[in-house]
């Protein structure tokens, strides 16, 4: 998308109101970083998380919530950098892997995360199933939010040749217009095990939610649980 920087899609503004608009409301079956939506229930249970993270915004309101501290970030690009340590539960949830727009780039997270896998751990993908390649033209305006006095509109576009999807929330309100842009490679889950596959790992469970749903024909998204492929 002309004009976008990953790090705005995630920067101060957005950052603010993530926890208010972004979650799913699944969080707590499922107890990287973002404000810690999932890394600090999960620090809560008892669980040592640390985190890889991009966005300083995002970092930033994770530290200002109650045991934010107590998370170890590594800031840098999730598909290059290293903690130094292995784990028994890597985790990319929430679309974050549609936040790398290159298959390159996501090819290159999945070999980041097996390199990051101690012995018997996994690597944990949730991901929608992409649905703006069936919409006409590929293109679509959806009312995400309409009250009286505010709607919030999604506007997208999507590019069959890159599989990156343009999305811009656009908020209009008496406070005036706010554009939260986005953009993201979409990916159906056979492609993500072949890029599993490159990376030394295989499938070893797929649900369609969070509550072991079965994953079908009609999953809205899959949450992708992989191994290394030798054990
Ligand atoms: C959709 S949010 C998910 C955050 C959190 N895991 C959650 O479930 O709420 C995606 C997060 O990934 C971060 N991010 C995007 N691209 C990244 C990259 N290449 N490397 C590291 N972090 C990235 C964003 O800044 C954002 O915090």
């Given at each position: 998308?002309?004009?976008?920087?990953?790090?705005?899609?995630?920067?101060?503004?957005?950052?603010?109101?993530?926890?208010?608009?972004?979650?799913?409301?699944?969080?707590?079956?499922?107890?990287a970083v973002g404000t810690g939506r999932i890394a600090l229930p999960l620090t809560r249970a008892g669980v040592r998380v640390d985190g890889i993270e991009l966005s300083q915004d995002m970092?930033?309101?994770?530290?200002?919530?109650?045991?934010?501290?107590?998370i170890d970030v590594t800031m840098g690009d999730m598909s290059r950098v290293t903690t130094g340590?292995?784990?028994?539960?890597?985790?990319?949830?929430?679309?974050?892997?549609?936040?790398?727009?290159?298959?390159?780039?996501?090819?290159?997270?999945?070999?980041?995360?097996?390199?990051?896998?101690?012995?018997?751990?996994?690597?944990?993908?949730?991901?929608?199933?992409?649905?703006?390649?069936?919409?006409?033209?590929?293109?679509?305006?959806?009312a995400e939010q309409v009250a009286a006095d505010a709607v919030t509109l999604g506007v997208g576009q999507y590019d069959p040749v890159t599989q990156v999807l343009d999305l811009n929330h656009v908020s209009i309100s008496a406070d005036g217009i706010l554009?939260?842009?986005?953009?993201?490679?979409?990916?159906?889950?056979?492609?993500?095990?072949?890029?599993?596959?490159?990376?030394g790992l295989r499938l070893r469970d797929r649900w369609g939610g969070w509550n072991a749903e079965p994953y079908t024909a009609t999953s809205w998204r899959h949450i992708s649980v992989y191994e290394p492929a030798g054990e």
């Open positions: 998308m002309e004009g976008f920087d990953p790090r705005t899609s995630f920067g101060s503004e957005i950052s603010k109101r993530y926890d208010a608009g972004g979650g799913l409301g699944d969080e707590a079956e499922t107890v970092v930033d309101r994770m530290r200002e919530k109650p045991g934010g501290d107590a340590c292995r784990y028994g539960l890597v985790y990319l949830v929430f679309n974050t892997i549609g936040n790398l727009l290159t298959q390159d780039d996501q090819v290159r997270c999945f070999q980041n995360a097996a390199r990051h896998l101690a012995p018997g751990g996994v690597f944990v993908v949730e991901c929608r199933i992409p649905a703006a390649p069936e919409r006409p033209y590929r293109q679509f305006v959806d554009l939260m842009p986005i953009s993201l490679r979409l990916a159906h889950p056979p492609e993500f095990d072949l890029m599993a596959r490159i990376a």
